[in-house]
């Protein structure tokens, strides 16, 4: 088959895939996006940018890092032209920022400093300046990371000193550790921070670390202020975060008024004495909504590297001949498949999962500015366990998706490495991963150590984070081999997942006292996977109810989507074989002698058995994402499947092509060939 004939081939195939597609599309994109309202509102949104010069994505792969930097604050600049030019709502700004495809200069000013300023500041402090941060008068970062430590907090190093005699604080960054660092914004952006400093109270007594707001660049002419080191930490591995000026500060005795300390809950009084905040962990709240936003982006995140991977195997043909007599396609290969389908089946979890978490986020919230702090544990126990899933999963799916392109998955013009490099830290900010599975495993423990020394143990008294609990109060099922036909029930994979992480705590908390050095890891893993898994079960039985979405999920739809959330459930369970044996979950040895000896073959099978009924609907599935191709940015993955026109275009826009011969012939190129030949004919005299 000649070049034109494989171009038009890909278009052909990817008609094709998208013409045997047999679920609605559109009622999965209006569940996807909760609602057909806020689709179109992104849809409206994307238009708009996509349209609009100051949003070129075509030659942000060619730019040095200063370039990418000056272009993102440019792109946030133009923002909130739009915004105030159509009149956006709030949303729809975040809908903007978020289109970009990649990360935005000013992000921690919408996340991090306002959310903190508004639910820890003084009344005072947000008449003061809660105006000039909402129209952004003002930008601002979050300096809570130094250079010495990081997700240990209590060990941080910048001080805060009461001084009564002036009613200041003195901020001081006593060593060269004590130096904030990572902070994104500060490098050039940022004129404001909310600074964590340990509170040093008259006389000297330390009472840990508080929140401080502080100006860091004069409104004048942005110039840093004295008594302040400002600058940007530098490239970023992979060139992740390119557009972002991760800084560092430090701080030689700069004194800011009374008021500047954040203290809707702990305060110092003029005198000096310290009075504390109702509950130790109300602080809290500014992280959780942080970690609670981050689920849903992570699961759009899966779903930008299945749309892309499985777009571009359905028209990429490699290998053997198929019946047609064309090479077979990629997609249809087990390896491919099997790789492939499940990254689409976490991205439909976690997105509708992020969904629900951020409106038990606010349930918590309204709660909380009230004082109320009884939902505050297990928000942080629940978005503690699931920010190390969803990170490690999104990770590893950005990457397993680029594998699976092969060679040209490795350009640039995927789109994939920048989404794994810009991913990739997710892993480590806003709590280490290894770190946040400790405090996972302290919430099981004590949820543990509650049922079991109650005078009577009930469920009533477990959270949804820990309700597989409840299993222990029953006895544990015998061992079992579960048929073809029982894997197809997600009831089989809860249950089972349900039990394994309830027997994993429970041995846990027998041996804690002589434990192994992974164990943190498995338990955290355990009871999250179990927690997960409940809510996909609760997610599959609300998809023939009209929810939140207005959506009801019908027919061949409803099943198609039910038979993916079921993958999810499966390739969970094959991952945690090792437990749900070693726990006597499931029964070792041969099922059936003479066909098999491997107890596991039954899940492996109903693996590759729902795979394979998906694969028509793969195409269907990506699309219902509902993901522009301009959002989306890829080369391989674009709608009409013409991806071998599209990466020849990209590629004629590389700076080298502009001339012929190099410059760099006349430098070293020609210098090298003269040499060679000289050697050459020296050696042949010889």
């Given at each position: 088959m000649s070049g034109n004939n494989v171009a038009q081939r890909a278009t052909q195939d990817m008609a094709s895939a998208r013409a045997a597609t047999a679920i609605d599309v559109v009622a999965v994109r209006d569940l996807l996006h909760n609602g057909r309202k806020e689709y179109q509102k992104l849809q409206n949104v994307v238009s708009i940018m996509k349209n609009d010069p100051a949003f070129d994505k075509s030659q942000k792969d060619f730019m040095d890092r200063t370039h990418r930097y000056e272009r993102g604050v440019s792109m946030v600049n133009r923002v909130y032209e739009l915004q105030e030019k159509h009149n956006w709502s709030h949303e729809e700004t975040l809908i903007a920022f978020n289109s970009f495809g990649e990360a935005n200069p000013i992000n921690l000013h919408n996340t991090a400093f306002q959310p903190v300023i508004l639910s820890q500041g003084s009344p005072e402090l947000i008449a003061k300046y809660g105006d000039l941060i909402a129209t952004r008068g003002i930008l601002g970062c979050y300096l809570q990371t130094e250079l010495g430590h990081g997700t240990n907090v209590s060990s941080l190093e910048t001080t805060a000193t009461y001084l009564p005699e002036t009613r200041e604080f003195e901020i001081n960054s006593p060593s060269l550790t004590s130096s904030k660092w990572w902070v994104g914004a500060l490098g050039?952006?940022?004129?404001?921070?909310?600074?964590?400093?340990?509170?040093?109270?008259?006389?000297?007594?330390?009472?840990?670390?508080?929140?401080?707001?502080?100006?860091?660049?004069?409104?004048?002419?942005?110039?840093?202020?004295?008594?302040?080191?400002?600058?940007?930490?530098?490239?970023?591995?992979?060139?992740?975060?390119?557009?972002?000026?991760?800084?560092f500060a430090r701080f030689d005795h700069v004194r800011i008024p009374k008021e500047n300390m954040l203290s809707k809950f702990a305060q110092v009084t003029d005198d000096g004495k310290y009075v504390q905040p109702p509950h130790a962990k109300l602080s809290y709240g500014g992280m959780l909504y942080i970690r609670a936003n981050m689920i849903t982006s992570l699961g759009w995140v899966m779903a930008k590297a299945a749309t892309i991977s499985i777009r571009y195997s359905t028209v990429r043909r490699q290998g053997s001949k198929s019946r047609d007599g064309l090479e077979q396609q990629v997609i249809t290969y087990p390896s491919q498949y099997i790789r492939l389908l499940p990254i689409l089946s976490h991205a439909y979890v976690f997105i509708q999962l992020g969904r629900s978490l951020l409106s038990a986020f606010n349930t918590m919230s309204s709660r909380l500015a009230s004082g109320d702090t009884s939902l505050l544990a297990e928000m942080h126990a629940t978005t503690s366990g699931l920010k190390v899933l969803a990170t490690t999963i999104a990770v590893e799916d950005a990457e397993v998706a680029r594998r699976a392109m092969g060679g040209h998955g490795f350009s640039a013009f995927s789109g994939l490495g920048r989404l794994y490099a810009d991913f990739l830290p997710s892993a480590t900010y806003e709590g280490d991963n290894f770190v946040l599975d400790q405090q996972v495993v302290r919430a099981a423990l004590k949820s543990y150590t509650n049922l079991t020394t109650s005078a009577n143990p009930s469920a009533v008294s477990l959270s949804p984070s820990t309700a597989y609990l409840r299993l222990l109060l029953s006895k544990q099922p015998a061992a079992s081999s579960p048929s073809l036909e029982s894997w197809n029930d997600a009831q089989t994979s809860i249950a089972l997942l349900e039990w394994r992480a309830a027997l994993v705590v429970r041995e846990h908390a027998k041996t804690k006292n002589q434990a192994d050095a992974s164990v943190n890891q498995r338990v955290a893993k355990a009871v999250t996977e179990a927690f997960v898994a409940a809510q996909v079960g609760k997610i599959i039985d609300g998809l023939s109810t009209v929810g939140p979405a207005g959506v009801a999920l019908k027919g061949e739809t409803l099943a198609v989507t039910k038979r993916l959330l079921v993958l999810y459930l499966l390739t969970v369970v094959e991952g945690a074989l090792v437990e749900l044996y070693s726990f006597g979950l499931l029964r070792a040895g041969p099922v059936n002698a003479k066909e098999s000896t491997d107890s596991a073959r039954n899940l492996r099978l109903a693996i590759d058995a729902l795979c394979r009924s998906l694969l028509s609907n793969a195409i269907g599935l990506t699309d219902a994402f509902g993901i522009d191709d301009w959002v989306l940015d890829s080369a391989l993955g674009v709608y009409d499947g013409n991806v071998y026109n599209a990466l020849w275009e990209r590629a004629q826009a590389e700076p080298l092509n502009k001339t012929d011969v190099t410059n760099a012939y006349a430098k070293s190129i020609k210098h090298i060939l003269e040499r060679g030949n000289r050697q050459s004919k020296a050696q042949a005299k010889l």
């Open positions: 050039k952006t940022a004129t404001h921070g909310v600074v964590q400093a340990k509170l040093i109270l008259p006389g000297g007594k330390d009472v840990g670390p508080h929140l401080f707001f502080i100006q860091l660049r004069s409104l004048e002419d942005h110039k840093s202020l004295p008594g302040r080191i400002i600058g940007d930490i530098g490239p970023k591995v992979h060139g992740g975060f390119t557009t972002v000026d991760n800084g």
